[in-house]
């Protein structure tokens, strides 16, 4: 078991289930000689300032966390939860390896012009049905998302078909890039 701690960024702990769901997650982690780090792990007392509370112990556990891996499955609209964004973005700004995945095989363009609508512009781009222009990378999200992964030598996994998003084959993925990144089990 090499130990290193992995924190495990989605949606996922907005679930009914959530507790559950990160319960499977460690033990996959574990099953690959990880140890998983679930935002539930850390106890936040309802009251006054618990936003806060859950801000600075997630933080604290990506700051304990040897690399993350992400659900940026669509969540609650079009793209990716915007908290498992900024965790993204945390993670690769303290150049922590990252890994993702989306259970979704849209790419983003895909995804607003089926909601949104989307046209040609008289430049050569895409907008939606307001006018904001639509990026049309082939990506699973915002570049920004993306970009940050194909930075540090990851991409988005995505599913075949849409999933569930507690479905963890995708996930399961993740942990193996993740040991071949840090090295077998033994």
């Known amino acids: 078991m090499n130990g290193r701690k992995i924190y495990l960024a989605g949606p996922e702990v907005f679930l009914p289930d959530a507790v559950d769901v990160g319960l499977r997650k460690k033990s996959l982690c574990q099953e690959f000689g990880f140890v998983g ?49 900024f965790e993204l973005g945390y993670v690769a700004a303290l150049g922590k390896p990252a890994f993702a995945y989306s259970n ?19 430049q050569g781009g895409w907008c939606d049905a307001h006018g904001f222009e639509i990026e049309k990378f082939g990506n699973a999200d915002n570049l920004m998302l993306d970009c940050a992964l194909k ?8 599913a075949e078909t849409k999933l ?6 995708l996930f399961t ?7 071949l990144k840090f090295g077998t089990l033994k």
């Open 37 to 85: 780090l679930y935002p539930l792990d850390t106890e936040t007392p309802e009251g006054a300032g618990r936003d806060q509370r859950i801000y600075a112990a997630n933080l604290a556990l990506i700051g304990q966390a040897d690399a993350a891996i992400f659900n940026l499955s669509p969540f609650r609209g079009l793209g990716a939860d915007p908290g498992a964004a």
């Open 104 to 122: 979704d095989p849209a790419d983003l363009f895909d995804r607003v012009a089926e909601s949104l609508g989307a046209h040609p512009t008289p």
């Open 151 to 158: 930075a540090s030598g990851q991409t988005v996994l995505r």
């Open 164 to 169: 569930p998003l507690g479905d963890l084959t």
């Open 173 to 179: 993925a993740c942990l193996r890039k993740a040991l």
